[in-house]
């Protein structure tokens, strides 16, 4: 059952009870995470490195005391989930400059490669077509580093 309410000021409010007819069937999460990572060419951690030489623009969503932990990403452009479509889109007035070109690859990492597969299908649905992610996110790419002897003091 809808509720819907105008106050004196011209603002109106529901009080919604999804149903049927409300809403497109619900899927869970895990559902929601397969359907978004159907159009993306994921990123494996060991080719990050050759995606950015060739001009992706990698994209830390982590928020800031997951990078205070873990450590930064080199190369990456930080960008607080909560903001992201906004500097992306490129239609957005908020849009990063460095965000220009839509055709341009560009891959989210989160920490463990989640959120970033739902963000970069958005990023997509923005019309930024070549969107991706980076499969197991910062912690796959952290943990081959180790595996490789990269991050040895």
């Not at 999804?18 to 397969?34: Q, R, V």
């Not at 849009?95 to 920490?111: F, G, K, S």
Request: hydrophobic share 40%.
């Amino acid at each position: 059952m809808n509720q819907s309410h105008i106050s004196d000021e011209g603002t109106a409010s529901c009080q919604c009870s999804p149903g049927p007819a409300d809403s497109p069937a619900a899927l869970t999460i895990n559902e929601l995470l397969l359907e978004s990572r159907v159009g993306l060419v994921r990123v494996h951690p060991a080719d990050l490195e050759r995606e950015m030489a060739a001009g992706a623009l990698v994209v830390d969503t982590r928020p800031a005391d997951q990078r205070d932990r873990d450590g930064d990403l080199p190369g990456a452009v930080v960008i607080d989930r909560n903001v992201l479509e906004w500097r992306l889109d490129p239609s957005s007035p908020h849009r990063l400059p460095i965000a220009n070109d839509p055709a341009r690859r560009i891959v989210v990492v989160c920490n463990e490669g989640y959120s970033s597969s739902l963000a970069a299908h958005t990023l997509q649905r923005l019309g930024l077509a070549r969107a991706t992610d980076l499969i197991g996110g910062f912690q796959a790419w952290a943990a081959l580093r180790k595996q490789s002897g990269l991050d040895q003091p």
